[in-house]
């Protein structure tokens, strides 16, 4: 994998990963959270009770996003001061025509 961008604010955090086609998105996050989790712990002893989320999204992107995608991860803080997370989260899934139900969508 190929990090392109990573950044967030507290509640979250966006990695835009240059992956193969091979590698099932499951197996990427638990790549990232379990080699993430280690290295906080053992970089930071202090936070030995941080933990990642169960749950998380993943999406496909092309080529050409790319510029548009590494410039919004950059601009988290900004972006959030008018719009939330969660909102904008809702708004993707409802916009690309996946089901959710809201009860398991923040775990």
Known sequence: MKPLQIGGIEDHVH?????????????????????????????FPQMKGFGWQDGYGAFTVSKSSIPSLIEYIQRQREHHRTKSFQEEYRELLKRHGIEFDEDYLWG
């Open 15 to 43: 990695l835009l990963l240059g992956a193969p086609a091979v590698l099932a998105p499951a197996k990427i996050i638990q790549l990232v959270k379990g080699g993430s989790s280690a290295w906080i712990h053992q970089t």
